[in-house]
């Protein structure tokens, strides 16, 4: 039985592709430079799907595709893989595959009552008080249809999602049903379906299925599925300004105009720093970079001058907003901060915090006496943050505080 562990791949400092990419003979999960897999093959399988949590929640704007052939170019269309996962997960807890129930009304003490078609015709009759007196009810049953569409339709989505995810969860496979994909036919019959469906267990399913089918071309099969992005660096900003960014960050954007001698006033587009956060009485401005330096202790891989500029005016500009200082004081501190990927657990610095200080970058043209002046790099473990960066981050942030303010 091959094991999860080697289906993972971490990436290495030049390897981009942060997802999933499987086909009906294998699949391979790439995590972000950085990460730290687990030991036990429970825990890996939990950071697969908090993986793939993370990509449906912060790359719907990044590239993720499905390819249809191997030497085909890579289609910009979503893999609903939450779909496929759930669609797996209902056949494993169901253990068998949906079946159409016909219901049948008939004569009889045992079933649930029809009412209606009792009154109609089991009542002998009526007692003084008005009461009806039932000879007999009619009841409903159901009889099971093997044959059923919904049957076929499930048969066929099951194994498809068994190719595409089942590995994660098992390593059998269910057999092949040789539905013929008919993909008109069956979005009908499970839209229909779906509209007087009231189970919640089964309107799941329905819509998982329905959500897998539409994103299927009717003409070609699928031959290997990505789920994933080459632009994870847009993931990593996102997931450090849930964590511990504002909503209102906003309102620290430094802005600029042209105020023109011919024709009417230009704004410029504002700069916006990828994180504000407040703690304890202070503003940290953050930049969320991607950057190799926690993997290889490279000074080249770290943020340039232009990075180290555009924050120090970040810091300027909060540091000046008057009703910052009348809702903090005039001395409040403003910090600034690089927050990059790295290893707790195997690193070149020997270090193993969850957030750690790494150095301060000054620059040559300011005096570096303000706070913002210095602006302070941190690395951060890659699987602390994909497995924190939602609900109460109230104690991380005392954490990110302490690693900025620790002056090397």
Known sequence: ????????????????????????????????????????????????????????????????????????????????????????????????????????????????????????????????????????????????????????????????????????????????????????????????????????????????????????????????????TYRFEYVWEKLIDEAFGIQEKADYFPRTKWTLRYGEQKDNYVLKPDTVMLYNGAVYIIDAKYYRYGLTGDPSHLPSSASISKQIVYGEYASRLAWLKEKYGDSVTVYNAFLMPYNSADNRFGIHDDFANIGEAVSEWKTNDNVYERIQGVVVDVRFLLHHYYGSHQSNRRELAKAIMANP
């Open 1 to 228: 039985m091959e094991s999860l562990r080697s289906r993972c791949h971490v990436n290495r400092e030049n390897e981009k592709y942060v997802g999933i990419k499987a086909d009906s003979w294998s699949a391979m999960v790439y995590f972000p430079m950085g990460y730290r897999l687990p030991v036990a093959e429970e825990d890996i399988r939990q950071d697969i799907l908090r993986l793939i949590a993370v990509l449906s929640e912060f790359g719907k704007t990044v590239d993720r595709a499905l390819a249809l052939h191997e030497n085909e170019a890579v289609c910009d269309i979503n893999f609903p893989i939450n779909a496929y996962i759930r669609i797996v997960r209902d056949f494993l807890e169901r253990g068998s595959y949906y079946i159409e129930k016909n219901p049948v009304k008939k004569r009889g003490d045992r079933g649930r009552i029809d009412w209606s078609s009792s009154l109609k015709r089991n009542v002998a009759f009526y007692e003084e008080d008005g009461r009806p007196f039932f000879s007999d009810f009619t009841v409903k049953s159901a009889v099971r249809s093997e044959g059923h569409l919904l049957t076929q339709i499930h048969k066929y989505c099951v194994y498809e999602s068994f190719l595409a995810i089942g590995w994660l969860f098992t390593p059998d496979m269910p057999q092949n049903p040789h539905v013929e994909k008919n993909l008109t036919l069956f979005l009908d019959t499970l839209r229909r379906k779906l509209a007087v469906t009231y189970n919640d267990r089964d309107k799941m399913l329905f819509q998982a299925m329905i959500a897998m089918l539409s994103e299927m071309d009717e003409e070609t099969e699928r031959k290997q599925s990505y789920f994933g």
